[in-house]
Nanobody, 123 residues
């Protein structure tokens, strides 16, 4: 059974850093486009970053450009999200997702989801 498991969420102060991981089992991430989304209380799920199937096309939401970095290590079947210069508005549950085909910013188009990991940035 395909499964994505996120880890690395924590409470951190403004300006701090966190590294999220998304480990897969039951599917090979090298065959999928990957993305990170986040959802804050009372808000819709928001696109954060995506990585194409071949890893050559990377996309970020404007609010995290220059601060977040998405990457993948296919040998570990894991995708990462490095988050630097964190702000209180980054507080949310962060989810990784996988889909066959082209990476998109629309969460409806992703087939596989993790359970999420909580990131809280204190001011």
């Amino acid at each position: 059974q395909a499964q994505l498991v996120e880890s690395g969420g924590a409470l951190v102060q403004t300006g701090g850093s966190l590294s999220l991981s998304c480990a897969a089992s039951g599917l090979f991430l090298s065959n999928y486009a990957m993305a990170w989304f986040r959802q804050a209380p009372g808000k819709e799920r928001e696109f954060v970053a995506s990585l194409s199937l071949g890893g050559t096309i990377i996309n970020y939401v404007d609010s995290v450009k220059g601060r977040f970095t998405i990457s993948r290590d296919d040998s570990k079947n894991t995708v990462y999200l490095q988050m630097d210069s964190l702000k209180p508005e980054d507080t949310a549950i962060y989810y990784c997702a996988a889909r066959s085909g082209r990476a998109t910013i629309d969460f409806h188009e992703y087939n596989y989801w993790g359970q999420g990991t909580q990131v809280t940035v204190s001011s």
